[in-house]
Structure formats: structure tokens, C-alpha cells
């Protein structure tokens, strides 16, 4: 546990800020992409707590337990980010029921893969190795792993164009909001991408959860000092 503190300090701060940055988000509805940002904060909140508990735990049973309920906060990620990105830049024609259920397929069949894994392995690779203690399991990606990887990459580029076109406005705010938005969403996508590529070889834990600290506090920033919500971006 000594190693693993600073990542459960790191995670407990993650979530302290989100959480915050949630509530100051919820106050702010029905304006347009408040309840989706809300649902971004929920989820980067779910997942870096159920990490938490995943550190904590003592037995393989109790840590699987944990991850396959942090698929519930990675799930949402991505289409509550695409759903905030376009209400917030005007584009809220495109945030229609048929659209949104569409878009909602593949969190929801990554979370059913996720808590049915003992019956396939579509999310989940199980694999078993002699270690000092005996035998070891270990969860890999599994094919779904890697579409769900590429569905949160997809809407994060999708909801990320128009607010780079918001940085062309006129309008010194707006471009600082537009900043601010693009370092919430950029920071823990970089750290993810790095993950991915092996950057972190003795991390215990993937460590985009820690990257949501910087979200976090990002998302606050914007919603109590550059008035996020209280001026109304012209898409271009």
C-alpha cells in the first residue's frame, strides 16, 4: 500500500474536484449542455472511485468486481462529452432521441460485456500464469475492449472540432472557454493514448482517472470563473 497511496491520494482528488465541479454544473441547467457535462463529471467521477476501491481490495474476486463496475463511468464518458460539446456550441439539432439511443449502443454493451465477462470474452481476455503465490489471473483486453477504445476516441474528435472552431470567434471569452474545454478533454484523452501505448509499464492501474484531476479542475475553473454557461458560443 505504500506505493500505492499517492495513487489513491491523486484518485481521491480527482474525485473531490469532479464531484464539486458536478454540482456547480447541475445549478447551471436547463442551459444548453449543462446536464451533459454533468454526466461527463458523473462519469469521470464513477470511474476514478471505483478504482479506488479497486486498489483497496484484497482479493482477485473484489478487484474484478470493481473494474467491471468502472466500465458503468467509462461508458458514459464518451456520449455525454459529444452530447456537451454539441449543445454547448449551438449544434444541439444534432442531440435528438433516435441519435442519442444510437449513440448510447455501444456504452450499453460495453457494460453488459463488462459484468457478464465470466461467460465470454468479448471485453475481458482471462488468462492464468504460475506466480510465487500460486496461480495468477490476469483480465486483458478483449476484442470489444479495443471498439470501445475506439468509440471514446471517436466522439472525443467529434465533440472536439466545434470547439476548436470556437477559437476562431472574435470574441475573448468565448476563445478562453473554448481553452479551457479543450484542456478538460485533452488531458485525460493524452494520458489514455499513452497508456495505451506503453508508456506506463509499471503502473498498477490505467491512469486516466488521475488525468481527471486536471479535467476537474479545468471544468471548475471554467464554470465559476470564465462564466461557462452564461455566454452562448456562435458556431461557426
Known amino acids: 500500500m505504500v506505493l500505492r497511496s499517492p495513487l489513491v ?12 465541479a458536478a454540482i ?23 470511474w476514478s472511485t471505483c478504482i479506488i476501491f479497486k486498489l483497496q481490495a484484497t482479493t482477485l474476486a ?17 456520449v ?4 456537451f460539446a454539441l449543445e454547448y456550441t449551438g449544434n444541439d439539432r444534432y442531440v435528438r432521441p433516435k441519435i442519442v439511443l444510437s449513440l448510447l449502443v455501444v456504452p450499453v454493451l460495453t457494460v453488459v460485456f463488462a459484468l457478464t465477462s465470466q461467460y465470454q470474452d468479448l471485453l475481458y481476455i482471462r488468462q492464468s500464469s504460475a ?16 471498439v470501445i477504445a475506439s468509440y471514446t476516441y471517436l466522439l472525443g474528435i ?17 476563445q478562453r472557454q473554448s481553452v479551457i474545454l479543450l484542456v478538460g478533454v485533452l488531458a485525460p484523452w493524452v494520458t489514455n493514448m499513452l497508456f495505451l501505448a506503453g508508456a506506463f509499464p509499471g503502473s498498477p492501474i490505467d491512469p486516466t482517472p488521475i488525468a ?3 479535467s476537474g479542475v479545468a471544468y ?11 455566454t452562448s458560443p456562435t458556431p461557426t
Not at 491520494?9 to 464539486?20: D, I
Not at 471548475?220 to 452564461?230: A, D, H, V
Open 131 to 146: 506466480g510465487p503465490g500460486g496461480v495468477i489471473d490476469l483480465e486483458l483486453g478483449g476484442v470489444w475492449y479495443w
Open 158 to 174: 467529434l465533440g472536439t472540432i466545434p470547439l476548436f472552431g470556437m477559437l476562431r470567434s472574435g470574441a475573448v471569452t468565448i
Open 9 to 20: 491520494l491523486a484518485l481521491f482528488l480527482s474525485v473531490a474536484v469532479g464531484s464539486s
Open 62 to 78: 473484489s478487484q474484478l468486481f470493481w473494474i467491471k463496475l468502472s466500465s458503468v463511468g467509462v461508458a458514459l464518458i464518451p
Open 80 to 83: 455525454s462529452w459529444l452530447l
Open 24 to 46: 456547480v454544473a447541475w445549478r447551471q441547467r436547463p442551459k444548453p449542455g449543462a446536464m451533459p457535462l454533468v454526466g461527463l463529471l458523473i462519469g469521470q467521477t464513477w
Open 212 to 214: 481527471f484531476s486536471v
Open 220 to 230: 471548475l475553473y471554467g464554470l465559476t470563473r470564465q462564466r461557462l454557461f452564461e
